[in-house]
């Protein structure tokens, strides 16, 4: 029996241990812009993303659908942290000027590398063990305007071969960890405590009999 205490509490934000990704666009110019996302799920050969709706990504993605979701690791937290108050809008909203300043070469002001896509023009960032190229497919406005949800379709999918099961399709979750944002903190996975009846990885990794 618990002996838990729960209090009724209104936090300011819910981000209760999600992914941080990357998001690779293109910009109007041609340029590429990188952003930091802690709102991204997948749902088999989908993923579903929430982006402010004054956001240059959400601009570019409802003019120019190809994208880059570059996933990182906790390794690269501090990378993520120096894009976390740039924007590639310009003017910067007036909303967010505040907070956030206009920065034109992202990658740069990560210390991250651009490398070349396969099947989309935005590129991909080296240090993130995985690369998704994708294409977004619907945007569905709401939070009262305030935000979208972005349907993507994954094209194909780049993994670092150290995270990769040898000899199969399968991430490793032992040696793959994402970077995960815990009330506007950063945090990696503990150890596992175990896989789901599904796993095809745990089926690959067991010790031949």
């Not at 979701?69 to 120096?82: D, F, G, I, T």
């Not at 007036?94 to 991250?112: I, Q, V």
């Not at 194909?156 to 990769?164: I, L, M, S, Y």
Request: proline content about 9%.
């Amino acid at each position: 029996m618990t002996t838990d205490t729960h209090l009724v509490i209104q936090p300011s934000i819910l981000y209760f241990g999600t992914p941080v990704v990357l998001l690779t666009t293109e910009n109007p110019d041609g340029t590429f812009n990188l952003a930091p996302v802690s709102s991204v799920w997948a749902l088999g050969q989908h993923l579903v993303l929430g982006l402010g709706t004054e956001s240059r990504t959400a601009r570019n993605l409802a003019e120019r659908p190809e994208l880059v979701v570059n996933v990182a690791s906790p390794e690269l937290w501090e990378h993520v942290e120096r894009l976390a108050p740039l924007t590639g809008a310009r003017p910067v909203p007036e909303t967010e000027r505040s907070l956030y300043r206009h920065e034109p070469d992202k990658f740069a002001a990560a210390g991250l590398t651009p490398a070349a896509a396969g099947l989309v023009r935005p590129p991909r960032a080296a240090e993130c063990a995985l690369q998704l190229e994708a294409r977004a497919r619907a945007l569905t406005p709401g939070g009262a305007g305030l935000f979208v949800s972005v349907e993507c379709e994954v094209l194909r999918v780049h993994a670092a071969e150290r995270v990769v099961v040898p000899g199969t399709r399968h991430i490793d979750p032992d040696l793959w960890s994402p970077l995960l944002y815990n009330f506007r903190h950063y945090h990696g996975l503990a150890p596992g405590l175990g896989h789901g009846f599904r796993s095809e990885t745990a089926r690959a990794t067991a010790p031949a009999r």
